[in-house]
């Protein structure tokens, strides 16, 4: 029987690419912001240490697309997808933004090729990863709040077909202290659900009208989550994506600003973008970074006031859905997690990890 190595239709190894670092931003992107060193700068989030590297070690992490498989073992499958990918969305958008032979809109193919990098872009970073962890605390938490010990007594004897008294005591415990715990599931969790969320992303972009705005100085910064949705008149009571924003940003570079809008637009595909363009495209990238702005070694200081944590999910609702006495609205703000990599471990489940305060 063949391996499945042997299987997998892309060439090469995919085993290759566990233990290596994995770039959460493609690093053939971050080159278009390096000076002639090959030089980009970082500015963190929050707090704004601005900081000098090169594209070959900035958004990287070690294994960070290493998944581990139903045998037990790290699979390097999705690094090497990932690699496939950027590498045809390289070649796309170099046809656009070459200097002498840029041409624009691009053709079918290079469409759904440049496409297929921004749906992935989207779903592949901390950010989502973060966002899976949060909510999935959050549910769970909810799940076990409030229970009593009658609850909890009928909860056992579902799932372990008993309740002694040490169970229900050392479940009314954990229920006390539901603060001191967070559940964590699996990166795996976060690397199967990138290929379904990606597909259905990619499906709303190909519908979309392609634009370009091109600026007279390479002006346009981006971050470490750099697709960003626009809506012009946003419900205050809603939120909205993909399926509803009126543009998609993404910066090609720092003088070109890729737009896909749901409506056409009486202007030029190709079109001179002006500089209060370019203030709030870089404003929607430092309000969307995660935790890294990038930009040119040249281009001045990013406003320290916009480097504040935003949050990773908010849920607006009137107020007896979400706390008897509480606000009109619920956010979390989640930072990245310490221990977000690992090894050896399974799949399957969700893990509670103690944490102390």
């Known amino acids: 029987m063949a391996s499945d190595v042997e299987k997998w239709p892309i060439p090469g190894n995919p085993n290759y690419f566990v233990g290596a670092r994995h770039h959460t931003v493609p690093r053939f992107y971050l080159e278009y912001w390096a000076d002639a060193g090959g030089h980009i700068d970082v500015v963190e989030k929050p707090g704004g240490r601005r900081y000098r590297t090169v594209p070959k070690t900035a958004s990287a992490e070690t294994d960070f697309y290493t998944f581990i498989d139903s045998d037990g073992n790290p699979a390097g499958h999705m690094e090497q997808a990932l690699g496939v990918i950027e590498a045809d969305a390289s070649a796309a958008i170099s046809r656009i933004t070459h200097p002498v032979f840029g041409q624009f809109p691009p053709p079918p193919d290079d469409r759904y090729t440049i496409a297929t990098l921004i749906a992935f872009q989207k779903v592949r970073g901390k950010r989502q990863r973060r966002e899976i962890e949060t909510q999935t605390d959050f549910y769970m938490k909810s799940q076990y709040s409030g229970l009593d010990s009658e609850a909890i007594k009928s909860l056992l004897e579902r799932r372990v077909g008993e309740a002694n008294t040490e169970q229900i005591a050392e479940m009314e415990e954990f229920v006390a202290n539901l603060h001191e715990y967070e559940f964590v599931p699996d990166p795996n969790e976060h690397i199967r659900m990138m290929g379904k969320l990606a597909e259905r992303i990619l499906q709303h972009l190909m519908r979309r009208h392609w634009y370009l705005g091109v600026f007279e100085k390479p002006i346009l910064i981006t971050c470490d989550e750099p697709v960003m949705l626009h809506k012009e008149n946003p419900s205050p009571i809603r939120g909205y994506g993909f399926l509803d924003a009126d543009e998609v940003w993404f910066p090609l570079n720092p003088s070109m600003l890729l737009i896909l809008a749901l409506e056409p637009h009486p202007i030029p595909v190709r079109f001179p973008a002006s500089a209060s363009t370019a ?42 859905m979400i706390l008897p006495d509480g606000p009109t609205s619920h956010s979390r703000t989640g930072r990245p997690r310490d221990d977000a990599n690992r090894s050896g471990s399974s799949g399957e489940g969700i893990k509670g990890n103690t944490r102390s305060g």
């Open 279 to 320: 203030e709030t495209v870089n404003a929607y990238a430092t309000h969307n970074a995660y935790q890294n702005i990038f930009l040119h070694p040249k281009q001045p200081d990013v406003d320290a006031e916009r480097l504040v944590n935003t949050p990773l999910y908010q849920v607006t609702a009137p107020v007896n």
